[in-house]
């Protein structure tokens, strides 16, 4: 080699280098070339269609593995000339008249000696776009050829688009531009030398290759890799569909020339510098340092297979460690590394990855990553087509393969970024505000830059995070609730303030009272910053005694009676009291510090005392669990409870005085609410315990006493609802404020429904004064809403950096109401309470886990340290207590783990539990046991007690034998694929050892021992005992043949009652063919499907006024010529009811008239799926039940339990009409309105992503709404 050429290689960066390593050994190695294959015996596929065949098994009728590539030609098109050449292409490439078949359970390849692909012609469509997509995403069948279409839209003269699609189980990207060179090449006249050899041989060859180190390798760098759980729209759906779609971002050629300059400067390429971006960014996006992403590398790496049209990438994955703390330079070495030995070890198949690693199988994901990162070449020179000038067309893709997939090209000019993502998991906002942000961390890359400090936000966005979204000023005009109370005193004395039971007090009674005991208490010694202890009952002396600390500038420290009275004591202790107020009589609260007697307040003064509190001062102490199992005290200052208070007045009081009742407990912090409501002038009921305890009794009291203002628990409401809370006909209160637990989607729902009650959501730790975030209980989904005025709510990582909209973070709170800290906990208050980033003051560190959605609400996830990990899965249960409590049988839930092992405890029906919920979430998120309760333990602040859940009863996990014929026959199978003689009915198929191939094998030995099973049901039922309850046999599957007539169906009752036996009564369809048709084989293929149906020979008999049916001997030779449509020669009587009408010319046309006894719109479709097939010489599906046995189930008792919901819906009343006249199809008359372009782009594409529904549910829901406001009625 020479010098300079050397000095040429060494230039490049390593990635290429070691790409341009493996090709010379590759070329090395191939003296002998690879050998031709011996073409007798089953060919194998190659690793890689192997894997795309188990895929099309598991989820049959995708087009995610299309392949296409568009073209516009303009000049003078000789289309014979390029169907010939299509022709030519097609008779070179073996791989193109290539198919899957499966040979005793194993899937080959079947190579045909010749294969039509004909040019389909378009003519001027409307939306060349449209027609281009359809194509594009039109599923293929592995097992029928032509896996290659070629589709020619004729725009106008001179002017046409070629659409080449293939799947991608006989090709790639590189072959695709392969062929379209050849092709091209081929129109001019061009003769191209015979290639050296085919797919196949390179398949036979691969297999015979060891693999041995290559996944050594894998195995070792992706041992213990976890799924990526990334933030979504939307919960994941049970089993992983392609719905997808497309967002192209770009970015200019400045950055995209730093960004390969910075790969220079590291030896490295453009490739691993946008690795190294999105894992960063999805490093973010997650919270988690360990990101592994997906990536196709190509491996043609010998001289025979450059110009070789077949299947040759493969998938390999690229796991990093982002370090915040490293610079990006440092971290972009890591990543070349990984690049690096992934080429090296790039053989390995991924399948074979897969199954070495023994993972858990999940329908819901790909396995290993959801998130590829792929960098394209820059376009090579465009193809020659003889005189005609070339250009490329885009595409529009409507399908994604994985979550999420990044794709970049160096256009010379610029970066051209994608990013394709699933729709059932996204939003295009959501995609959007993401490419942003990578977008952001390409412009601000640099090597010496730490990894943290490398920003996602733009400043804009960042300014509406931070400042935006927490412009919540308002201006508090009282420095102490003492204050707020005496003004209220001084405005209203004769008005009703406290009520207990019989008991009540106007404000200058409540303030006389109140002012003896303060008076006491100083005399006593208390004072600023000294605590005064409050051991009293559930009454109105507490709610006195609270104010009366208050007032003598104390600190008020509430203390549960019921708590042990070593709990008490360490209490008391802890916070350092001054004073315990008890009532008389006790002699069981301990002594700490001094002793006030309630009593001993007579005969002090009634005067206001001169108060010498400050707004700084310590107003209350609330203690609250800690994580060592020791309380902690939170000391709230009096300027935390007055913004508290100016807060209500503007949501609660609009000018009027509220009945307000308090059922929370007094040592719990929003037992605050009331007292401080009061202080503002409205009038407080403490609700004595035997009420509160008593549902019946507590919404009788909210009745009988006007009730209008209730502060709850989620939990406590749901115990309210059924007693009548919100409909008993005496009185509602008009205001719900609920706090202290999450609120879920269905309660949310409920309670927006409810008229003349309006639902607040408080959010609040006691560090941030009872509450912090507040929202309106309104549509259907629960959110914790926005802050409170003088509050600011932030949603940080770790760093307390800001995260991105729809990225869950930790909630920071900062305001007016954060608290003083932890009673003597100074470490612990350091940690929780930090500085403020990002403006004065300091910033709670909640410890919930939230995140901002694209309306600026904020959404509640969990707690931080709730997530769990099961079988390798992290869960949050709380994610599977909601998906609960979306199922009607269920009115409470809750969801914990023990052993292990997910627990759902359940208020309702768990018969079918699992089976439901397996309907929307995965396998592994369904708890393994389910226990039923009569209700949900309660702890005393209204919240579930989940200590107080019972330990479900122990099962044993023995090894169960199978039980029916079903499991012992899919065990007889699954020991047989797996070479194990003991299989139990509770062993998982891939814990045994189990992959994707074995799989296709079980379903290939079921099917051939008369079970109906797809490689889809084994993925989600892992089990035998799962999988026994929906496999079905042959028998089941098989239309049985019921011999004789048959009566009837409803509709076809009413056929005969309305119109008689009339002949043209058809549904009717003209087909455009292929000029190419073959008519015989169209004709055989219309008799086969008539044959195959039975209805569609089916004849109709009247006996003594009676109608029956049955089935006729099946007619032959239906395919007539004519020049024109005609329904004649249909008859009922005799079994014709298809007319078809062959009508030759330059476009042959077929005619299609079926009578509509028998079809209706979706057997239109069918029917011609099954022509299609059975031109094409495939053998129908099977049809399932008969039709006259579906006759005979619906005039018996099969669907009795479905009638009581059809006869409670009434006919209601007639629509208004503006004649009176006979309804007949004579009179009928058609009134067509157009919807405008943007109104039906909206319709199809916008609102059904917004209601998550189809388009026919949101027409069907306006014609609804319409007919509403005509009427005037609802029904």
Known sequence: MTTSRQSRIDALPAELREQLRRRLAGRAKASDGIPRADRTSALPLSYAQQRLWFLDELRPGESEYNSAVALRLSGDLDVPALTAAIAALVARHESLRTTVSVVDGVAVQAIAEAVDVPLRVVEEPAELDQVLADEYSRPFDLRKSPLLRALLVRLAAGDHVLLLTAHHVITDGASMGIMIDELGRLYGGATLAEPTAQYADYAVWQRGRSLDKHLEHWTSQLAGVEPLEFPTDRPRPAVRTSAGAVHDFRLPAAVSQRLSELAREHDTTLYTVLVAACQILLARYTGRPDIAVGSVVNVRNRPELERMVGFFVNTVVLRSTVDDEVSFGDFLAQVRTTVLTSLEHAEAPFDKVVE??????????????????????????????????????????????????????????????????????????????????????LMEITSVRRVGDLPLLAADERSRLLVEANDTALDVTASTIVEVFEETVAKAPTARALVFQDTEFTYAELNARVNRLAHRLIASGAGPERVVALALPRSAELVIAML???????????????????????????????????????????????????????????????????????????????????????AVEHRNLVNLLFNHRN???????????????????????????????????VIDDETRMDADALVDYVAGNGIDFLDLTPTYLRQLLPAGLLTD??????????????????????????????????????????????????????????????????????????????????????????????????????????????????????????????????EYIGRADDQVKIRGFRIEPGEVEAALLRLPEVDAAAVVVRDNRLVGYVVGDTSSLRERLRESLPDYMVPAVFVQLDELPVSSTGKLDRKALPAPVAQTAEWVAPRTDNERLLAEIWAGVLGSDRIGVRDNFFALGGDSILSIQVVSRARAAGLRLTSRDLFTHQTIADLALVVRTEAEVAAPVIAGPAPLTPIQHWFFETYGPLNHFTMSMLLELPADVDRARLSAAIDTVIAHHEALHTRFTCDDGVWRQEPAAAPTGILEDGTEVSRDGLDITTGRMVKAIFIPGETPLLFLAIHHLVVDGVSLRLLLGDIEAAYDGSAPEPTGTAFTQWAHRLNGHTFDEDLPYWQQITDGEPLPTDHIGENTSGSTRTMTVSLGREETDALLHKVPDVYRTQVNDVLLSALGQALADWTGRDD
């Not at 529009?396 to 051209?416: I, K």
């Not at 009676?561 to 009291?577: F, I, N, W, Y």
């Open 356 to 441: 070495a690693l023994r993972l858990e199988r999940d329908p819901s994901r790909n396995p290993l990553f959801d998130v590829l990162v792929l960098l394209h070449g820059s376009a090579g020179s465009q193809p020659e087509f003889g005189a005609l000038a070339v250009e490329p067309v885009d595409v529009t893709r409507r399908s994604a393969t994985f979550d999420l997939s990044f794709e970049f090209q160096d256009t010379g000019d610029g970066l051209v970024g994608s990013v394709e993502y699933s729709t059932d998991l996204f939003d295009a906002d959501t995609v959007s505000r993401m490419a942003g942000h990578l977008s952001t961390l």
């Open 548 to 634: 009366a600390v208050f007032k003598a500038g104390a600190v008020y420290l509430p203390v549960d009676r019921g708590l042990p009275k070593d709990r008490v004591d360490l209490l008391l202790r802890d916070a350092g009291t001054t004073l315990v107020v008890v009532e008389p009589g006790d002699t069981t609260t301990p002594v700490v510090g001094g002793r006030v007697v309630l009593s001993d307040a007579a005969g002090m003064p009634e005067t206001n005392p001169d108060c010498p509190v400050r707004t700084d001062s310590t107003a209350y102490i609330i203690y609250t669990s800690g994580s060592t199992g020791t309380p902690k005290g939170v």
């Open 651 to 685: 949501d609660f009081a609009a000018g009027r005085r509220l009945r307000v009742a308090t059922t929370a407990v007094f040592s719990f912090d929003t037992s605050l609410e009331g007292p401080v409501l009061l202080a503002d002038g409205h009038e407080l009921h």
């Open 729 to 858: 006909p005496r009185h509602r209160p008009a205001v719900l404020m609920l706090g202290g637990e999450a609120l879920s989607d269905e309660l949310w729902r409920e309670l927006a429904a409810v008229d003349g009650t309006t639902a607040h959501n408080f959010y609040g730790p006691t560090e941030c004064t009872v509450d912090a975030l507040s929202c309106v209980v309104a549509g259907d989904q629960s959110s914790l809403g926005r802050p409170l005025r003088n509050m600011q709510a932030y949603v940080l990582d770790g760093y307390l950096r800001p995260v991105p909209t729809g990225v869950v973070g930790e909630l920071c709170l900062a305001g007016a109401q954060v608290a003083r800290g932890y009673l003597n906990r100074p470490g612990l208050t350091a940690d929780r309470f930090v500085a403020n980033p990002f403006g004065d003051g300091r910033l709670y560190r909640t410890g919930d886990l939230v995140r901002r959605r694209a309306d600026g609400r904020l």
